[in-house]
């Protein structure tokens, strides 16, 4: 059986290997050519300055790397990023979190609640910024309308340099409610009912279960979705395109969004891969992190 | 196979495409020419030509009512429209379209992708498209000099200058009236206008009023610029030769800046952010009593204040004595190269018809954008167009009264659309910091003509 021919004719296990790989094949295309071909072809790129229509094009080896390190504005859309990702998954997911454990019981109308709170997924990044963009309009949006009538004045929520951000984290947050739900739920269903019970029996509280139970037992789940969380704050683009085009004063311009304006309103394709590079080096760092870090402290059934 | 060899096979496969990859990346710098036989062409059988526009909303409208009565007034030429995404989107697909060779024949482009498009040797000039079918009538004579040169360089007409508009000061007449300025008297310079900002602020209740709100765009500031007659880039504006310096520290625009900084620190102006359309709702809700928006957005602003409150218009202030005039925005209209003949000469002649004065007033009359020709300026004014609707007017005024020099020409900027968002970035800092201008102009400067300096490395 190890060897591959028998008699110079092919037997059965070869075939059996092979016909995997023909399976593997038309995925593997569709891999090569729209994840590869473009990884490899937009490293080539960031080597490159190109003109805005893509006629000439000049070698200019490290020198959109170099830039990007010298780029004050670089340096603030990094800071800006770290910010914005930090505080959506730092209150994102405890929020979702607690939407969840309401969830997870069964009063009446629950499915009710489950599909109110599992809609900000079904629709786009860009119609909730629109939506958000109605509501947070300062004179005439519903929220500030209903600060007004409980006597504070809102701010301008997107025009206001030092509310921008905060307004933003507020938009994906809530945007990324329903996904979270949905998998926190799945989680907290699969949690063992005995367990409770066990700990009923020696005397455990409500806390000292959540803590010691509930929370180790999701623990694969608040992994996974930390770092889904995490990607997918980093590649928020349609939500902060509407609300706030990366302003005002650069004041949401996250790296993904600094990257959409230079290769695709200021036509600098060079300097764009460059910064998809840049990207693609933070997030395969913090995988790694994560995995390396968080993995061990993850409890698997 | 074994795990090795497959290893090996892999291996290989993946050095291939990676070894084959340079030669599809890397430009070869060449620019196709496709040679040209210059003979004029009969256009026998029906064609079909696709334009490319990128404008909504009601100007939509109008192109598309313009088009089918294109269509509709003979039976060689089939113009077939499409809405192709807002300017910059548009601009990104026709990027794309010149890459893969499916360009439209027609393409609108904004005001900033001028030298883009310029350089770009991807479209077939006016001039150029004169000369090769003369059978096609088409003169541009009668134009607005001002704006023919806007869209030629070393003079040869390049596009078509289509949509054309310029800022104008909105205000609100009654409130004026309420706080006891003239309304017929409305600011000329800046310190008028900071002064009547003043009075017309209102913080007594939780709805401030505020004197006025405007959109955060360089626009408004290279206006600004050529209405004191001063450049907004060298190289006579980017006409003479490429930029390689703005003049972002120069008087002219640190004289606007300045004034927009005092009165945004004072708390008579409200930022709006960089949106038009959110200025125009601070006006027409009477959030704000003043206004400088493009003349563009006319019809627009008088169907939003649906008669609440009677509107004035008036030329974009200026420092007392100055001499300049106004610049252009809008966008162009241009042909594009690698097209039959037949479907050039349907271009052009499309491009005729709209240059009748009959195609300029139903432009014009429906957005406020110029009519650009004398005949259509003397029908509207003899059919007493202008006196039953004199907002019409203020622009146009503006236009016809500005001196044709290369300050008003208007600057052209190959990277012109990044050049426009520093420039937003520094009006925003300084508005949220309250930060000394020059110093933030400094900074946008010397960021901006590193720009230059990158875009201009192409072109050694």
């Given amino acids: 059986m190890h060897n591959s021919t028998v008699n110079g004719k092919m037997n059965f296990t070869t075939l059996y290997r092979a016909s995997g790989y023909l399976f593997l094949l038309p995925a593997l295309v569709l891999f090569c050519i729209y994840v590869i071909y473009p990884a490899i072809a937009t490293l080539f790129l960031s080597?490159?300055?190109?003109?805005?229509?893509?006629?000439?094009?000049?070698?200019?080896?490290?020198?959109n790397f170099i830039d990007l390190y010298k780029s004050v504005n670089y340096h603030n859309s990094l800071k800006i990023t770290g910010i914005f990702v930090f505080w959506t998954v730092l209150m994102g997911l405890p929020?979702?979190?607690?939407?969840?454990?309401?969830?997870?019981?069964?009063?009446?109308?629950?499915?009710?609640?489950?599909?109110?709170?599992?809609?900000?997924?079904?629709?786009?990044?860009?119609?909730?910024?629109?939506?958000?963009?109605?509501?947070?309009?300062?004179?005439?949006?519903?929220?500030?309308?209903?600060?007004?009538?409980?006597?504070?004045?809102?701010?301008?929520?997107?025009?206001?340099?030092?509310?921008?951000?905060?307004?933003?984290?507020?938009?994906?947050?809530?945007?990324?409610?329903?996904?979270?739900?949905?998998?926190?739920?799945?989680?907290?269903?699969?949690?063992?009912?005995?367990?409770?019970?066990?700990?009923?029996?020696?005397?455990?509280?409500?806390?000292?279960?959540?803590?010691r139970?509930?929370?180790?037992?999701?623990?694969?789940?608040?992994?996974?979705?930390?770092?889904?969380?995490?990607?997918?704050?980093?590649?928020?683009?349609?939500?902060?395109?509407?609300?706030?085009?990366?302003?005002?004063?650069?004041?949401?311009?996250?790296?993904?969004?600094?990257?959409?304006?230079d290769a695709f309103v200021n036509f600098r394709t060079g300097y764009a891969s460059a910064q998809a590079y840049v990207i693609f080096i933070i997030l395969l760092l913090i995988t790694m992190f994560q995995f390396k870090f968080m993995g061990k402290k993850v409890h698997y059934q | 196979?074994?795990?090795?060899?497959?290893?090996?096979?892999?291996?290989?496969?993946?050095?291939?495409?990676?070894?084959?990859?340079?030669?599809?990346?890397?430009?070869?710098?060449?620019?196709?020419?496709?040679?040209?036989?210059?003979?004029?062409?009969?256009?026998?059988?029906?064609?079909?030509?696709?334009?490319?526009y990128a404008v909504s909303g009601a100007l939509g409208d109008v192109i598309q009512k313009m088009v089918t009565e294109f269509n509709a007034s003979q039976d060689k030429i089939t113009v077939v429209p499409e809405y192709v995404g807002e300017y910059v989107p548009a601009l990104n697909k026709l990027r794309l379209a010149i890459q893969s060779k499916t360009t439209p024949n027609i393409a609108m482009t904004y005001d900033a992708g001028t030298r883009t498009m310029v350089d770009s040797n991807a479209t077939v000039s006016v001039d150029a498209l004169k000369a090769k079918y003369p059978s096609v009538k088409i003169d541009f004579s009668d134009y607005i000099q001002s704006a023919v040169n806007y869209y030629s360089f070393e003079g040869e007409q390049f596009a078509l200058p289509f949509c054309l508009s310029s800022p104008i000061l909105y205000y609100n007449k009654d409130r004026f009236r309420e706080v006891g300025l003239d309304p017929d008297q409305p600011p000329k310079t800046y310190e008028e206008f900071l002064a009547a900002a003043e009075k017309l602020t209102d913080k007594s209740s939780a709805r401030v009023k505020y004197g006025a709100s405007w959109a955060i765009r360089s626009w408004l500031v290279e206006t600004s610029v050529a209405t004191q007659n001063g450049l907004f880039v060298d190289q006579e504006n980017g006409r003479s030769g490429r930029a390689t310096e703005v003049f972002l520290t120069e008087d002219p625009a640190v004289?606007?800046?300045?004034?927009?900084?005092?009165?945004?620190?004072?708390?008579?102006?409200?930022?709006?952010?960089?949106?038009?359309?959110?200025?125009?709702?601070?006006?027409?809700?009477?959030?704000?009593?003043?206004?400088?928006?493009?003349?563009?957005?006319?019809?627009?602003?008088l169907a939003d204040i649906g008669g609440r409150f009677e509107l004035g218009t008036a030329s974009f202030p200026k420092p007392a004595g100055s001499e300049g005039g106004v610049v252009y925005g809008g966008n162009g209209l241009w042909v594009m190269k690698g097209h039959p003949a037949v479907e050039e000469k349907a271009a052009l002649?499309?491009?005729?018809?709209?240059?009748?004065?009959?195609?300029?007033?139903?432009?014009?009359?429906?957005?406020?954008?110029?009519?650009l020709t004398n005949a259509a300026i003397s029908e509207l004014t003899e059919s007493g167009y202008y006196k039953e609707n004199p907002h019409f007017y203020t622009?146009?005024?503006?236009?016809?009264?500005?001196?044709?020099?290369?300050?008003?020409?208007?600057?052209?900027?190959?990277?012109?659309?990044?050049?426009?968002?520093?420039?937003e970035n520094g009006i925003e800092e300084i508005i949220a910091t309250n930060a000394d201008v020059k110093t933030v102009l400094a900074k946008q400067k010397a960021e901006i003509d590193a720009l230059l300096a990158e875009y201009n490395l192409m072109f050694k």
């Fill in chain 1, 95 to 211: 929020i979702s979190l607690l939407i969840s454990l309401f969830l997870n019981t069964s009063l009446k109308g629950i499915s009710f609640f489950r599909t109110v709170f599992f809609l900000p997924l079904a629709i786009s990044p860009v119609m909730a910024g629109v939506i958000w963009v109605f509501l947070l309009n300062p004179n005439i949006g519903l929220l500030n309308y209903l600060l007004r009538v409980i006597g504070f004045v809102g701010p301008n929520w997107r025009t206001d340099p030092n509310w921008a951000l905060p307004t933003v984290i507020m938009v994906t947050i809530w945007k990324q409610l329903g996904f979270n739900i949905i998998i926190f739920l799945a989680g907290l269903q699969n949690v063992p009912l005995d367990l409770y019970e066990a700990a009923s029996i020696d005397g455990a509280n409500s806390w000292k279960k959540f803590i």
């Fill in chain 2, 1 to 52: 196979m074994n795990a090795q060899s497959q290893k090996r096979l892999l291996s290989i496969i993946l050095v291939i495409i990676i070894a084959l990859l340079p030669s599809t990346v890397f430009g070869n710098g060449k620019v196709e020419v496709t040679p040209v036989v210059q003979t004029d062409v009969e256009i026998v059988e029906p064609v079909e030509i696709t334009f490319w």
């Fill in chain 1, 213 to 261: 139970i509930t929370i180790p037992m999701i623990s694969p789940t608040i992994l996974f979705l930390t770092i889904t969380a995490i990607i997918q704050s980093f590649e928020s683009f349609g939500s902060i395109d509407v609300l706030t085009s990366g302003g005002p004063a650069n004041a949401t311009n996250v790296l993904v969004y600094s990257l959409y304006k």
């Fill in chain 2, 395 to 423: 622009a146009l005024e503006q236009a016809l009264t500005s001196k044709s020099t290369p300050a008003t020409a208007g600057a052209v900027i190959g990277v012109h659309t990044e050049v426009r968002n520093i420039v």
């Fill in chain 2, 349 to 371: 002649m499309f491009i005729a018809w709209l240059t009748q004065p009959k195609q300029q007033i139903t432009l014009s009359v429906n957005t406020g954008y110029y009519p």
């Fill in chain 2, 255 to 301: 004289k606007f800046i300045s004034m927009w900084a005092e009165m945004a620190k004072k708390g008579y102006y409200v930022s709006p952010g960089r949106n038009w359309a959110d200025a125009r709702n601070n006006f027409a809700s009477g959030v704000s009593a003043m206004m400088l928006q493009s003349t563009a957005g006319l019809a627009r602003t």
């Fill in chain 1, 47 to 63: 080597f490159q300055i190109i003109s805005p229509f893509g006629d000439r094009a000049i070698f200019v080896g490290l020198k």
